[in-house]
């Protein structure tokens, strides 16, 4: 399946989603069965100081996406990549073979961030809870994605289990294997 290409030889795939869809989990194993390089934006951002402070309210950094970007450029212009991170809007279009928006059922989302079943090390305060979980219902990173990339690139996997997750990794594996470089 021949489609739009960074330069690289492998295709570079963004995840997004509401936090605690299984972002990071979907990345890191398709990572792992693939040998792609699995980039977690915020992890990246802090690792190099690509913040602009602290955001009291949702308890997290400001990420200079500008910055970001640049950081980010040669990486991506090498192919291979998988990045993962819960907004798609400033990434530039050209960067992304396949546009993965990974969905959660409400409650299933709702007990992720209350029981802490994702791999988080706070809690969220209710502001964060709540603002995550509206942000699913209206299907914010879903509209997104669809606005910002070309709708040919953008699937929508549901996130709600384990075996979701390994059924998401082996779809996107196939899809990896078919992928071939449009010239």
Not at 67 to 76: A, G, I, K, T
Not at 87 to 104: A, I, Y
Not at 154 to 177: A, Q
Request: aromatic content about 10%; proline content about 2%.
């Amino acid at each position: 399946m021949a489609q739009n290409s960074s330069c690289g030889k492998r295709p570079n795939i963004l995840i997004t989603g509401t936090p605690g869809t299984g972002k990071t989990t979907t990345a890191a194993a398709l990572a792992d069965v693939t040998e792609l390089r699995h980039i977690n934006v915020g992890d990246f951002a802090n690792d190099r100081n690509l913040t602009n402070g602290w955001d009291d309210t949702f308890d997290c950094y400001y990420i200079n996406e500008d910055l970001v970007c640049e950081e980010l450029e040669n990486l991506m212009e090498e192919g291979g990549n998988i990045v993962d991170h819960h907004g798609c809007d400033f990434f530039p279009e050209r960067w992304f073979d396949h546009v993965v928006v990974l969905q959660t059922d409400n409650s299933v989302l709702y007990d992720r961030f209350t029981m802490r079943l994702f791999d988080c090390t706070r809690g969220y305060s209710d502001q964060k809870l709540a603002n995550n979980t509206e942000c699913e219902i209206f299907q914010v990173l879903m509209d997104e994605a669809k606005e910002r990339y070309p709708e040919d690139i953008v699937v929508i996997l549901r996130s709600d289990s384990v075996e979701d997750i390994t059924k998401n990794v082996k779809t996107l594996t196939s899809w990896i294997s078919n992928w071939s470089i449009v010239l």
